[in-house]
């Protein structure tokens, strides 16, 4: 088993200064967390190759630091979600200031079993308050469900404790990757850790 070091994560408090009405440009920690083809690993590689790849499951985690389009530096955990790998995500949750969670907008069967898996770590106390982005891919496919479809399946409207943002993307055009996570490095400035 391979234990990961966090020694080089900084405090929220030097990561986000309150004084300040933006990020600053050091590097903030995101865990991203989705069921298998959901799409995670090509989103996140494609701010860096600017082309869709294609990949076999994570196995393990992919880890990658990306410049949001506001300059700010976010190092973007992609942890795979094989069921020996899932008791491992809790490692992760002390440690970030943003959570993503991508869910395959083409698929309404996969959507309950999300909602079963991401809901009790939303509630886990480690990661009371850390902003959540909720990514719904496959918004360029024939068989895409909408936003509102996908908010109500997870039931996002009953989320009160944390800042949320739902953006539909394409991991296969790239499209709304970017603006998703500016709105996640806009939402992480208001975020502390208690």
Partial sequence: MILLSFDNLLPI?????????????????????????SGKSTILYWPILKQRVTYVPTIGFNVETINSSSGTKITIWDVGDQEQMRPLWAHYYPFCQGFIVVVDGSNIDTLQISREIFRPIAAHN?????????????????????????????????????????????????????????????????????
Wanted: one cysteine or more; aromatic letters at 4%.
């Fill in 126 to 194: 480690d990661m009371r308050g850390v902003p959540l982005l909720l990514l719904v891919n496959k918004s360029d496919l024939p068989s895409f469900i909408g936003l509102s479809a996908v908010v109500n399946a997870l039931g996002m409207d009953r989320v009160v404790d944390r800042l949320w943002h739902v953006h539909a993307c394409s991991a296969e055009t790239g499209e709304g990757i970017m603006e998703a996570l500016d709105e996640l490095v806009r939402m992480m400035k208001y975020f502390r850790r208690t």
């Fill in 13 to 37: 408090d030097e990561i986000i200064s309150p004084r300040e009405s933006s990020v600053n440009p050091r590097i903030a920690q995101i865990l991203m967390l989705g069921l298998g083809d």
